[in-house]
Structures are given as C-alpha cells and as structure tokens.
C-alpha cells in the first residue's frame, strides 16, 4: 500500500515513496475493502479499527445483498449510532442527513453514497476522548433505570479508562451488565457495545 521502493531510471538511490501495483489495483477496484498494512497491526488501536471496519463492511454488504427497505436501513444506521460517534461524528451526521431523505434518492446512488460515508467514517481512529463521550451518552440514557450509585460506578470506571488506567473492555463490560439487568434495549441493540467476536479480545489493551 506505501513504502514500496521506487528506482531512479538514472540510477540514483530508490525512495520508498511507490505503491505496490497489485495493491494499486485492488484499491482502485475496491474502494471500500478494509485495508491495512501488516506491520501497522501491531498497534494495538490499529488493529482494533481494522478488524471493527472489516465486520462492519459484512454487516453492510448483508444489508446491501437483497432488496433493501428504508426502514432496515433506519434500523442499521441507529444500531451504529455510538460506533459512528466513536469514529467519526461529521460523517454520524452527514450519514443521519442521507438516512432522512432516503425517499430523495434513487436506490442505486443512496446505496453508494451510504456506503461510502459509512466506510470512510469507520476509517477515522476512535480517540481515548471520542470513546468517554460516546460512555458517558450511554451512561445518560440508563438514567431512568438505574440508581445513581450505580451511575457513579460506571462514570468512575469511565475515567479511569480516561487516563489509560483500565481497557476499554471495563467500563463496556460494566454498562452491559446493566443494560441486561435493566433491560434497556435501546443500548443492548448498539453495534458499538460489540463491534467484533469477544474471543478475539482486541478491546483489552489500556
């Protein structure tokens, strides 16, 4: 994808400035497939926001695959609601203005565009600050069903997870014990509670 060396016709020293002609094409051919430099998936954050795009891109391709209604489209786009947000928050709203006016635009184009925000927005690396945001909003709709202690607990883990002291994981782990305690089901449905399998423990890093 990057770094590939070029050679100087004239003979001077290569520069690492090309791009591998297979992976040239297959970017070309394939705007939105997930991508990512092997090395790069070392970082841990790196390859959390690789492997959250490549389940993401399944689940928008099955949504894709047959004919499609507005509603499920409404239904996919609020289960990514905090997953959108914790990525990207212009392309959230950009994507929630073509999700309104759906019934403005032929299938074929909505389908593309939808598409491509979504894709583009899930490629912009979820911060340490966007992820407390988009807790502490979930935080915010257990207010009517949980005690305040209970809030204060979560809001505690929150920021420790804030200043690098606990994984993501923690504070997820905690607001889903009390979404199916409480049953709230409106939080239960967020893609962003569990963007991938749990075996693969990608939330686990500080």
Known sequence: ??????????GGLPDRSGTGLF????LAGLPLLPVEEEGRLNDARLRDNFIVRVFASHRLQTLFAARWSRDAVVR????HKYLLLAHSPPHHKQLGQL??????HAPPSFRARYGTLF???????????KNCNVLQHLVGHL?????????????TIIEDYR???????????LIKHYV???????????????PHPKELMLRNHV
């Open 163 to 173: 200043q690098e002291l606990v994984p993501l994981i923690v504070p997820i782990t």
């Open 180 to 194: 199916r305690k409480h049953k709230v089901t409106y939080i239960a449905d967020q893609v962003y509670l569990a």
């Open 143 to 155: 207010r009517e069903h949980t005690p305040a202690a209970e809030r204060e607990d979560i809001l």
């Open 1 to 10: 994808m990057e770094r590939v060396k070029v050679y100087d016709p004239d």
């Open 23 to 26: 992976a040239r094409a297959l």
């Open 76 to 79: 996919f786009h609020a289960a």
């Open 119 to 129: 894709m583009e927005a899930l490629k912009v690396r979820a911060t340490t600050q």
């Open 99 to 104: 999700v309104a006016a759906v019934k403005q």
